[in-house]
């Protein structure tokens, strides 16, 4: 494989109820998804289809007066459900205190940032409506990872994996990766350590609560390699890579650059193309250290004892890339590995001599840019409450008061893709994926359908006494070119399903 | 030996003039820069939310992931 796998992600965004700093979080992420739902989703909305509630006969006792009810009538509810699925494949939900997007499943770098970016626009509209609601305080939603006094908030990928390459394997040539890829993926941050308490800028909003190795936490004794095995898909032959050390970026060019070289890692490791070993001694602490020097001058010792900067460690996974590339696929290799690898090695070779040329690219750079800036005019210290604003507000996704947005709109930082093609992204689903099917069900037959997940659509049709479960096992089926012309000519959800049982 | 003092002299005199004009160049790039930071600052204070430390303060977010 190249660039190009099964893949997705799932932010979690910072939550702020204006004026009410004590406000209930869940109720506030509760009123943000219902508001967006309640708008946007046509007739009866379809539930989450959870995997232990599997037996069609659960399924049927969903009560759905309740998903039609206004949102502040749910307050005093089971919070935690409010879960909807979109017409872009996505899905759209509470989790613990914030509302989260999960991108519907792509196959392409640039699709993840165009779902990803759609789901910023997602997040903006519903914020937005629920302030519509009689009564409503104004909410504020922030792409970030910390609030900088110990709370740490996720920005996961998923990568589709083949179930037959050892774990082991992806331990052992993954960490070192994930230890330096923050040198271009880092989101920065003003403060050290969870709390925050320390002074000066790091590169990464997440380093600091990154604990242990390997591990099945995500709240709590975070591991740079989570071992969650949910693949949603063939078990036999897949596992779904759960990763969750990266930051929530709102540079397009990061998170291209972010989800493509990792793609491309995994496709070595599964190729068994890497024979160094890049091993790292602590990589906890090296992970940490990585970050805490945005001067990037500190060097990490490897098992060998070679001692390697982030930047130069991630040139030898480059190099390995290339010739990987080369290898496999010469000329006829695909544009988007052609272009992640010639970025990438860009990006790198600046990093090295001059960091700050990135300022138009990379998240951290940006904002360290902003606030030197801010130092040199006003003369601040590290410690000065405007700098943590400046980090805070950076990820603000409103147009108006969001500094990434003022800083795009100022032309001071480039893009992949343009509103329009964002904004597209917001209900229609991809074209390669079965989140195709899923996205163009909902979109064509909202009314009879009763719940919906990665794997399968569940139609509840008129006159049938069961429930019809549509398994979506494979993420490859589905697609617009299996399912495509189906759709358009079915005008019924019964046409659809008779069509698909024959 | 004569167009050998000759040579480094020549070189000498290139590179005095082609150090002229960048410096002014530069001069000229650094006050456009310098407009050009103010600028974006500028718009920006227009933007911050007001009492910066009241706001960082109460930014408190719960665990999440």
Redesign the interface.
């Known amino acids: 494989m190249s660039v190009r796998r099964v893949m997705g992600t799932e932010i ?1 965004y ?3 109820v204006q004026g009410q ?1 004590t406000a209930n ?1 869940m109720v506030a992420s509760s009123q943000v998804v219902n508001a967006y739902a309640s708008a946007t989703v046509r007739a009866r909305r379809a539930r989450w289809d959870f995997e232990e509630e599997s037996p069609l006969r659960d399924a049927r006792g969903f009560d759905m007066a309740r998903q039609v009810a206004d949102p502040s009538q749910l307050t005093d509810e089971d919070l935690g459900l409010a879960n909807v699925i979109l017409t872009n494949g996505a899905r759209l939900y509470v ?4 509302p ?1 997007y999960s991108t519907p499943e792509v196959i392409t770098p640039l699709d993840i940032v165009r779902w990803d970016k759609a789901g910023e626009q997602v997040m903006l509209d519903a914020a937005r409506l629920a302030h519509q609601l009689p009564g409503s305080p104004s909410i504020a939603l ?1 792409k970030n990872n ?4 110990g ?4 920005a ?1 990928e998923n990568y589709l994996m083949r179930r037959s390459t050892p774990f082991a394997d992806i331990v052992r040539h993954l960490t070192p990766f994930f230890v330096s890829r923050q040198v271009f993926c880092g989101a920065g941050r003003v403060g050290k350590g969870q709390d925050g308490r320390g002074t000066g800028f790091q590169i990464s909003q997440r380093a600091d609560f990154f604990e242990v190795e390997v591990g099945l936490e ?3 004794k975070r591991p740079i390699i989570n071992t969650r095995d949910e693949p949603h898909a063939d078990p036999e032959k897949y596992r779904r890579l759960h990763v ?1 050390i990266g930051d929530a970026n709102l540079s397009e060019i990061a998170t291209y650059l972010k989800v493509g070289t990792t793609s491309l890692v995994l496709a070595m490791i599964e190729d068994r193309f890497i024979s160094p070993d890049l091993t790292v001694r602590t990589p906890v602490a090296a992970l940490r250290a990585v970050s805490h020097d945005p001067g990037l001058a500190h060097q990490v010792t490897l098992t060998d004892g070679r001692t390697l900067t982030g930047i130069q460690l991630q040139m030898e996974y480059l190099d390995l890339a290339k010739k990987y590339v080369e290898d496999r696929y010469g000329a006829d290799a695909d544009a988007q590995t052609i272009d992640v690898l010639a970025r990438w090695e860009d990006v790198l070779n600046r990093l090295e001599t001059d960091p700050m040329s990135l300022s138009d690219q990379l998240d951290w750079v940006a904002k360290l840019k ?1 606030i030197e ?2 130092r040199s ?1 006003d003369g601040l210290d590290w410690d ?3 700098l ?3 980090d ?2 950076y990820s603000d996704i409103r147009p ?2 969001g ?1 990434y947005h ?2 795009v709109k ?1 032309g ?1 930082i480039q893009r992949l893709l343009t509103d329009g093609e964002v904004d597209a992204a917001m209900t229609n689903p991809p074209e390669e994926t079965r989140a195709y099917f899923r996205g163009r069900c909902l979109e064509k037959y909202a009314p009879d359908i009763a719940a919906a997940s990665w794997d399968s659509v569940i139609f509840d049709l008129p006159g049938r006494e069961s429930l019809q479960r549509v398994p979506t096992i494979d993420p490859l089926r589905g697609s617009k070119a299996h399912v495509g012309e189906l759709i358009d000519n079915c005008e019924t959800a019964e046409a659809l399903v008779r069509a698909l049982s024959r | 030996m004569a167009q050998e003092q000759k040579q480094p002299r020549k070189s000498d005199d290139t590179e005095e003039t082609t150090q002229v004009a960048p410096e002014s160049d530069v001069a000229e790039r650094k006050d456009a820069m310098d407009d050009d ?5 500028d ?2 204070d227009e ?3 007001s009492n ?2 009241d ?11």
């Open positions: 979690e910072g939550i702020s700093p979080p989790d613990h205190a914030h989260e922030y910390t609030d900088n006094k709370a740490s908030y996720g996961h995500t709240t709590l969750i902003l800036q801010y005019r000065d409450a405007k943590q604003l400046i805070l507000q108006d008061k500094l003022r800083l100022a001071r | 930071v103010d600028a974006i600052l718009e920006i933007v911050l939310e910066a430390e706001f960082v303060k109460s930014f408190i977010q719960k665990g999440g992931e």
